[in-house]
C-alpha cells in the first residue's frame, strides 16, 4: 500500500527564492522597503469595516451561492462594466481569487490528458491551477489565439500581473472565437480593472471578457474572476466573485457545496457593501496613482524602463538596459534596501524584468524612489 503523503507534482514556492534578497535589503540602515509582494496596506474602508460588523452575528453556515444581497450587488457591478446580465444563476462569492484560479480547472473536470493554457507572463498560480487537476500546463501568447494548440480551458489575465498589459475587445473577441470553435473554457482574471492609468481605460473603462460587446450577448463557455483585494484594501477578508456563463457557475457551485468552500456571512455583506461604492475606489485609485508616478519619476531619471504596455494594475514592469539578469537586478535593488520581484517567478517570457508594487505605505514609497533616483548605478 502507498504511503501518504504523497507531494503534488508542483514547482518549488517562488517566494522563499527571495528570502536572502530580503535578508540583504532588511539590513539597509534606513531599513527595507519591500516592493515585492503586492499586499495592501492602506485601511479597509470605514463603510466596509461597518457592514462586517453589522454581519458579525452569524450562527448558522453561510450558503455557498451566496446571500441574494451579494448576488445582487455582483451583478450591479458587471452591469456598470457593461457585462452580459447572468442573472442570480451566474455569480458566486469566493474565498478571494486565488482560490477560484487553482481550483476551478478541477472543479470544472479538467484532468489528466488534458491541456490547461496560461499566459507566457503570467501569475504563477494559472500553471499550479492546472497541475492540481493533474492537467498539463502550456505558456501561450495570448494575443496569439491562432498559434495555440487545443485545449480545454484557457486563463486570461487583463489587466496582466506582472505586467501591466490589457487587451483590446478585438483581442478578447478574437480568443472567444477560437475557444467556441474548439469547445474550450475561457477564465479570465480581471481582478486589477479597477486601476487603469492611460487612456482609453480611464475614461472607458477596461475591458472584460464579458462585456456584451465583446462576447456577443453570448456568456457560454465564459467566466470571470475578480477580486475585492486591490480595489477596497479586503485582502485580508478573502472577497472575490465569479462571474459567468450560469452552466460552469453551477459545477462550480455542486462542487463547493461538497467541499466546504463557503464566503463567510460576515463577509458577505460587506462585499455586498463594498460593491455598491464606487466613491472609495476612486480614492485608492488616486493614492496608488500617486506612489506609481512617484517611482516611475525615480526609475526613469536612473535610466531603468518601465514596459510601455504596462497601462493598469498595482505593478511597475521594469528593465534596465544593458542587463538582462533579472536576479542580478533584484540584488542591485536590494543593495538599496528595495525588494522587488525578478520576472523569473512569472515564465520564461518574463527574465530580463523586475515587479515593483506600489503597495507600500507613502513613505517606504518615498525612501525607494530618493534611493534609486540618488545611487542607482
Not at 133 to 142: N, R, Y
Not at 144 to 164: E, H, K, Q, T, Y
Request: charged share 20%; glycine share 10%; net charge negative.
Amino acid at each position: 500500500m502507498a504511503e501518504l503523503p504523497r507531494p503534488l507534482p508542483l514547482p518549488a514556492f517562488p517566494w522563499n527564492s527571495l528570502v536572502p534578497y530580503k535578508e540583504r535589503a532588511a539590513a539597509h540602515p534606513d531599513g527595507i522597503c519591500d516592493l515585492s509582494v503586492g499586499t495592501p496596506v492602506d485601511p479597509t474602508p470605514a463603510l466596509i469595516r461597518g457592514a462586517l460588523a453589522e454581519a458579525c452575528d452569524a450562527p448558522g453556515y453561510p450558503a455557498v451561492v451566496g446571500t441574494a444581497e451579494v448576488r445582487e450587488a455582483i451583478l450591479a457591478w458587471g452591469a456598470r462594466r457593461n457585462m452580459v446580465d447572468v442573472g442570480e444563476a451566474g455569480v458566486i462569492p469566493t474565498i478571494g481569487s486565488k482560490e477560484a484560479v487553482a481550483w476551478i480547472p478541477t472543479l470544472l473536470g479538467a484532468g489528466p490528458g488534458d491541456t490547461v493554457l496560461v499566459p507566457e507572463v503570467a501569475y504563477p498560480t494559472y500553471d499550479v491551477g492546472a497541475r492540481l487537476a493533474g492537467a498539463v500546463p502550456v505558456p501561450v501568447d495570448p494575443l496569439r489565439p491562432g498559434s495555440w494548440p487545443d485545449a480545454a480551458l484557457v486563463f486570461l489575465n487583463s489587466p496582466g500581473n506582472p505586467d501591466g498589459h490589457v487587451m483590446d475587445a478585438c483581442q478578447l473577441r478574437a480568443a472567444i472565437a477560437w475557444a467556441r470553435s474548439r469547445g474550450a473554457v475561457i477564465v479570465s482574471d480581471e481582478c486589477y480593472a479597477a486601476l487603469p492609468w492611460a487612456e482609453p481605460h480611464i475614461s472607458g473603462g477596461v475591458p472584460s471578457l464579458l462585456d456584451a460587446d465583446v462576447c456577443g450577448g453570448d456568456p457560454s463557455g465564459l467566466v470571470v474572476l475578480y477580486s475585492l483585494s486591490k480595489q477596497s484594501n479586503l485582502a485580508g477578508y478573502r472577497a472575490a466573485l465569479v462571474y459567468g456563463d450560469p452552466r460552469l457557475v453551477a459545477a462550480l457551485v455542486e462542487a463547493r457545496k461538497h467541499s466546504g468552500m463557503m464566503v463567510p456571512a460576515p463577509v458577505q455583506h460587506a462585499m455586498a457593501v463594498a460593491l455598491s461604492d464606487e466613491a472609495h475606489v476612486r480614492r485608492q485609485r488616486d493614492v496608488y496613482g500617486a506612489r506609481r508616478a512617484r517611482l516611475l519619476e525615480a526609475v526613469g531619471s536612473a535610466g531603468l524602463v518601465n514596459d510601455p504596455q504596462s497601462v493598469a494594475g498595482l505593478y511597475l514592469w521594469l528593465c534596465c538596459p544593458g542587463f538582462d539578469d533579472d536576479w542580478e537586478l533584484v540584488r542591485r535593488f536590494a543593495d538599496l534596501g528595495i525588494l522587488v520581484a525578478p520576472g523569473a517567478f512569472y515564465g520564461e517570457a518574463a527574465r530580463g524584468r523586475v515587479r515593483m508594487a506600489l503597495t507600500a505605505a507613502d513613505e517606504r514609497i518615498g525612501a525607494a524612489a530618493s534611493r534609486i533616483a540618488s545611487h542607482w548605478g
